[in-house]
């Protein structure tokens, strides 16, 4: 059921309340937990594919990483008790194939996902000492995986897999998008060059009231590359004047504070230290789901889903679809509006075993601009729903998440 109407809320930019907005990092223990779980799902997805000509049921969307215990120290350190990361989920790990019985390897290709994740985001990390990595994936149940065979024929609509929703909005606020752009600037290969010091596990807080932005940066330093509390100083002023020249690009109307690790105290020698760079080599644990929403923001003022998108599969997965399609579905609305819309809110709801391309709620509103005809908005998001619950683009949207080419976290 479709159903668009005019928004009867503010938009974000001319609201009066304090609009608050969160970024978890790459190296943040949250965000490693959402990036493994989705990794091993496109593997496996891709295993099954190359070997099999088409995908089989699987869900790896728990997962969890149990920090460490960690001395840093200037110049240095040492890893007393390495993290220990562990994936958990169902997938499809026996096969009958051309007449007999094929093993998965879904344990190697999960931990040497994991492996890669944890590889990619840090720089200073020692995989063979610094963390363990385990798995405990088991086949899924009948139930589910025989939606998922309904579903499965390459060309055919997809049927749900759960009663579940997603949502989305576009465009992204002020804030919002300073506090997404500070923390992609600050993990940036050329931020990173010029401030070694500077580790992959930030943490990105923003606020706004009126027209003041204040941003909170906990960033993990990096202890091998900061001899003295001179140097640390030198580096966190490094990041904090790197996002006030990144605010006055983005935001530039905007009267922005940037504040950097304000749980030091540098008297007293407590500094966000770290020897690998994250927090989690010292007791900072994570979890799939508890991180960014599929837009790769947390934004307790807009309408926000609680539902764990990574690690859950691409094919007949609603709780992973449906968010990111919600999400694309708003923004495209926005744009095909070209300024005649100011805002697009977008809610899907899915009923287990109904076509993908059909939801249950299919609600869209809509702040129009000044004196634009609401049916003129209408028509266009009316056009665009269509375009994109076709099953073309569902299927499209299918392999865009299995290439990675989709933000999840």
Not at 357 to 366: E, K, V
Request: some cysteine.
């Amino acid at each position: 059921m479709l159903k668009i109407d005019h928004a009867k809320f503010t938009e974000i930019e001319k609201s009066d309340f304090p609009e608050i907005v969160e970024r978890k990092g790459v190296g943040h223990p949250d965000s490693i937990c959402d990036a493994a779980a989705d990794l091993c799902s496109r593997m496996l997805c891709k295993y099954y594919y190359e070997n099999y000509m088409r995908y089989y049921h699987h869900n790896v969307d728990k997962a969890a990483l149990v920090g460490g215990i960690a001395r840093p120290e200037f110049g240095g350190g040492k890893i007393l008790e390495p993290q220990y990361f562990l994936i958990v989920g169902r997938a499809i790990n026996q096969i009958f194939h051309e007449d007999k019985l094929e093993y998965i390897p879904v344990a190697t290709i999960c931990l040497d996902a994991c492996k890669k994740v944890v590889s990619d985001a840090f720089r200073n990390i020692d995989l063979s000492r610094d963390i363990q990595f385990d798995y405990a994936v088991k086949p899924g149940s009948i139930d589910l995986t025989g939606v998922f065979e309904e579903s499965d024929v390459m060309e055919q609509v997809p049927l749900a897999n759960d009663t579940s929703f997603g949502v989305g909005f576009a465009p992204l606020s002020d804030c919002e998008t300073i506090t997404l752009e500070t923390e992609r600037m600050l993990n940036s290969d050329k931020f990173k060059e010029k401030c070694p010091g500077s580790g992959e596990d930030i943490k990105v807080m923003s606020q706004r009231v009126g027209n003041n932005v204040d941003i909170t940066i906990a960033n993990a330093m990096v202890s091998k590359y900061i001899l003295d509390k001179d140097e640390y100083i030198n580096y966190t002023n490094q990041i904090k004047d790197a996002t006030l020249d990144l605010a006055n690009k983005l935001i530039p109307e905007r009267d922005v504070n940037v504040s950097v690790n304000v749980g030091d105290n540098i008297e007293q020698e407590i500094m966000y230290l770290t020897i690998t760079g994250g927090s989690s080599e010292a007791g900072d644990d994570g979890e799939v789901g508890r991180g960014n929403r599929a837009n790769g923001l947390i934004t307790p003022c807009r309408t926000m889903s609680l539902e764990a998108v990574c690690g859950k599969n691409p094919i007949n997965h609603v709780g992973k679809i449906y968010n990111v399609l919600a999400n694309n579905m708003a923004k495209a609305i926005y744009e095909r509006g070209q300024g005649d819309i100011i805002e697009a809110h977008v809610k899907l709801l899915s009923q287990i075993g109904r076509p993908i391309t059909d939801p249950w709620i299919n609600s869209i509103s809509l702040i129009p601009a000044d004196n634009v005809n609401f049916s003129k908005v209408e028509k266009i998001a009316e056009e665009v729903s269509q375009d994109l619950l076709s099953r073309d683009n569902i299927i499209s949207l299918r392999e865009r998440l299995i290439e990675g080419k989709e933000q999840t976290w």
